[in-house]
């Protein structure tokens, strides 16, 4: 199992410019997650998802998209890139299970927004 | 509301024990985590604690949950120059399909 990938590894964006954050994972999990790191604020979530279809917002949404067509694939977009999004987003998917909500993290995408 | 705690950074001298504390707001939490991440990586499970268990062992690491006060601890014995990195505490509340991070610990080891 490749576990959780992420691509692209590093980013730059002008502000205004959008792109996507790609995330994939071959544990056939229902739950991922995506989160975003910033020194001394440990990780946010932004949006996460239960299953195919179904999305949700987490403590920092606002200025990201998300979408779920299938199981295996969990893309965020920046919707129209801004300084404050520079930051290290991790995504994580885990198994609905017993309740244990052990997440497996991707590697991490470093975006930068000048 | 949903609250996890940390200090920030602690410095050990290789060979001796490390503890790390955290502190959490939520009681319904039914696990409570601790994740390591080295420079440049992601996020790896260490270990983690049903809220029913005072303590678990695991090789070198001991975990310690006093749910009185909602203090978990992390002692990592014999502290290796490879256990740098930084730490996270997690809790999971009950009947949220997500986890609540502190801002992590930086544990230093020098010889």
């Known amino acids: 199992n490749a576990g959780v990938t992420q691509t692209p590894k590093f980013q730059v964006l002008k502000t205004g410019q959008s792109m996507t954050l790609q995330c994939a994972q071959d544990?056939?999990?229902?739950?991922m997650s995506w989160y975003r790191q910033d020194p001394g604020m440990g990780l946010r979530l932004i949006h996460y998802s239960v299953g195919a279809g179904i999305t949700d917002q987490g403590e920092v949404p606002n200025g990201y998209n998300v979408s779920r067509s299938t199981t295996e694939d969990f893309p965020l977009r920046p919707l129209s890139a801004a300084p404050s999004q520079t930051s290290v987003y991790f995504c994580?998917?885990?198994?609905?299970?017993?309740?244990?909500?052990?997440?497996?993290f991707g590697p991490g995408t470093r975006l930068t927004v000048t | 509301g949903e609250d996890v705690e940390q200090s920030l950074f602690l410095s050990v001298r290789e060979g001796d024990s490390s503890v790390i504390n955290c502190t959490y707001t939520?009681?319904?939490?039914?696990?409570l985590y601790w994740y390591k991440q080295e420079p440049g990586a992601g996020l790896q499970l260490l270990t983690y604690i049903f809220s029913n268990m005072d303590m678990k062992q695991d090789q070198r690491l001991t975990v310690l949950l006093n749910k009185k006060d909602k203090h978990l601890s992390l002692r990592i014995a014999d502290t290796q120059t490879g256990d740098s990195a930084i730490y996270f505490c997690?809790?999971?509340?009950?009947?949220?399909?997500?986890?609540?991070f502190g801002a992590g610990t930086r544990l230093a080891v020098h010889p």
């Open positions: 997690a809790e999971s509340p009950r009947g949220y399909n997500k986890l609540i």
């Open positions: 544990m056939n999990h229902e739950y």
């Open positions: 994580a998917s885990s198994s609905a299970g017993t309740g244990n909500y052990e997440q497996y």
């Open positions: 939520d009681s319904s939490s039914t696990y």
